[in-house]
């Protein structure tokens, strides 16, 4: 069983920025990991996902805007966002899939859940 915890959410004004950090609870050298967000009444999505050789997916709603970076070392995948937009409000989660080919930002895939971090961007 894998503990994933995330933390760094907060509120930020449109054009902000925020750094999402997620700790597991064991070695995430073999496991491909990635972060999804939900808003209010809509699916959770994928924002961003990274696998095997540094391979890293995003969403197109983020790309250019947010970046996904693990360290193996420490046990931890971040998500740095830069241009916050309101539209990014929703609670951000943390996933993991003991599966290094995997590189998607299907929720489906992933069987490891954090309990999430809110994310505020006001107008």
């Known amino acids: 069983q894998v503990q994933l915890v995330e933390s760094g959410g907060g509120s930020v004004q449109a054009g902000g920025s925020l750094r999402l950090s997620c700790a597991a609870s064991t070695n995430i050298d073999t496991y491909s990991m990635a972060w999804f967000r939900q808003a209010p009444e809509k699916e959770r999505e994928g924002v961003a996902a990274?696998?095997?050789?540094?391979?890293?997916k995003y969403a197109d709603s983020v790309k250019g805007r947010f970046t996904i970076s693990r360290d193996n070392a420490r046990n931890t995948l971040d998500l740095i966002m830069n241009s916050l937009e309101p539209e990014d409000t929703a609670m951000y989660y943390c996933a993991a899939v003991r599966n290094l080919h995997i590189l998607t930002l299907a929720a489906g895939a992933f069987a490891y859940w954090g309990q999430g971090t809110q994310v505020t961007v006001s107008s």
């Open positions: 990274s696998a095997r050789y540094g391979s890293i």
